[in-house]
C-alpha cells in the first residue's frame, strides 16, 4: 500500500512529529496480535488526520470504520473543548481491545465508540460533523457518503482512506476483467471527482485519502 519508495517514505515520518507512546504501543500490539493489520492508519497517515482535525478545530466527528481505534485517537487530538468523536464499527470482537486503548488515553471523555452497522446508526444521529473519515466495507462507500453528506456542515470535510486499492485503480488493463472492489473504488473516485457540491483532492498518502470538501 506504499507508493512512495522506501527511502522516501522513511525520510518523511523521521521529519513528522512522532505519534505518542500510547499510539505507538496501540501500533505494536495491532501488528502482534490482530489478523489484518495493515488496516491500521499508522503513522504518517495518523499524523496527517490529526492536523486535518486540529486545523479545523474539529467540534464533532464521524468515523465509519473504527478498527482498533488508532486513526480515532488520531482525530480526536484536534477535537475542541467540549468536542467529540463518533466511531461505528461492526466488528465486537475487537471492542475490548479498542476499548481498552480509548479508555487510556487523555481523550476517554471525548470518544463515543458504537459496535452495529454503520447504515442503521448514521440515519439516527442528529450531530453536524466538521469532519467525516470513511474506513469501513470498500462496496458500501458511496452509501456511506450519501448517508452523511446532509450532515456535514458546509466547509466540512468527507474523507474516504484506500481509494488507490493498492494501485489497482491506476493499473487497469484493458480487457482485463476488473473484480468487485476495484470497480467499486472506480465509481467511487468518479462520483467524489464530479459532484459538484465539493471540491476534491485524491492525496496518495498511504493508500490513498479522498479528501471532499462541501461547498
Not at 458504537?114 to 469501513?136: K, N, S, Y
Request: with cysteine.
Amino acid at each position: 500500500m506504499e507508493f512512495l519508495p522506501q527511502n522516501i517514505n522513511d525520510y518523511s515520518e523521521n521529519h513528522t512529529s512522532p505519534e505518542s507512546e500510547l499510539l505507538a504501543k496501540l501500533n505494536r500490539e495491532t501488528h502482534a496480535k490482530i489478523l489484518q493489520s495493515r488496516m491500521l492508519s499508522g503513522h504518517l497517515q495518523g499524523r496527517v488526520l490529526a492536523m486535518f482535525s486540529h486545523m479545523m478545530q474539529a467540534k464533532s466527528v464521524l468515523e465509519i470504520g473504527t478498527y482498533t481505534g488508532y486513526s480515532a485517537l488520531c482525530l480526536a487530538e484536534g477535537l475542541v473543548e467540549g468536542g467529540k468523536i463518533i466511531t461505528i464499527d461492526v466488528n465486537e470482537e475487537l471492542e475490548s481491545f479498542t476499548k481498552q486503548f480509548f479508555d487510556d488515553s487523555e481523550y476517554a471523555d471525548k470518544i463515543d465508540y458504537r459496535i452495529g452497522d454503520a447504515a442503521e446508526i448514521i440515519p439516527t444521529l442528529e450531530e453536524v460533523f466538521d469532519i467525516v473519515f470513511i474506513d469501513a466495507d470498500k462496496m458500501s462507500y458511496t452509501k456511506y457518503y450519501d448517508l452523511v453528506f446532509d450532515k456535514v456542515r458546509k466547509g466540512g470535510y468527507i474523507i474516504s482512506d484506500n481509494v488507490l486499492w493498492s494501485g489497482k485503480v491506476a493499473n487497469i488493463e484493458q480487457g482485463k476483467k476488473i473484480d468487485k472492489d476495484t470497480q467499486n473504488l472506480l465509481d467511487f473516485n468518479k462520483m467524489c471527482h464530479n459532484d459538484p457540491r465539493t471540491e476534491n483532492i485524491l492525496m496518495p498518502l498511504r493508500d490513498g485519502l479522498m479528501i471532499s470538501r462541501k461547498l
